[in-house]
Nanobody
């Protein structure tokens, strides 16, 4: 499975971006998916995760009410809609797929495949 993330860029505080993660492979619909981010000098953190069915999602507290994760199995793509962006959201965002688990997953070790990352920069 290969993951290709896109949609990052430079945006002013309060603005919006939508990240996309396109996956190759026929088993995408069975994979739990997640978006992680890593800011300079900080550890990688989970932003959001969604189950294979799309029925369950989880968000880290700092993005609740602002970000929405979704997936389109017909397009083998998972999205992260980011609204009301803040400078502290600046980071490299990476998508990840879990072959082992179809449920939401919280730790990087639960994911088997990673995309290359896309940079999101939010200016104040």
């Amino acid at each position: 499975v290969q993951l290709q993330a896109s949609g990052g860029g430079l945006v002013q505080a309060g603005g919006s971006l939508r990240l996309s993660c396109a996956a190759s492979g026929r088993s995408f619909s069975t994979y739990g998916m997640g978006w992680f981010r890593q800011a300079p000098g900080k550890e990688r953190e989970l932003v959001a995760t969604i189950s294979a069915s799309g029925s369950t999602a989880y968000y880290t507290d700092s993005v609740k009410g602002r970000f929405t994760i979704s997936r389109d199995s017909a397009k083998n793509t998972v999205y992260l809609q980011m609204n009301s962006l803040k400078p502290e959201d600046t980071a490299v965002y990476s998508c990840a797929a879990s072959r082992k688990y179809s449920s939401i997953r919280f730790t990087p070790a639960d994911y088997d495949y990673w995309g290359q990352g896309t940079l999101v920069t939010v200016s104040s």
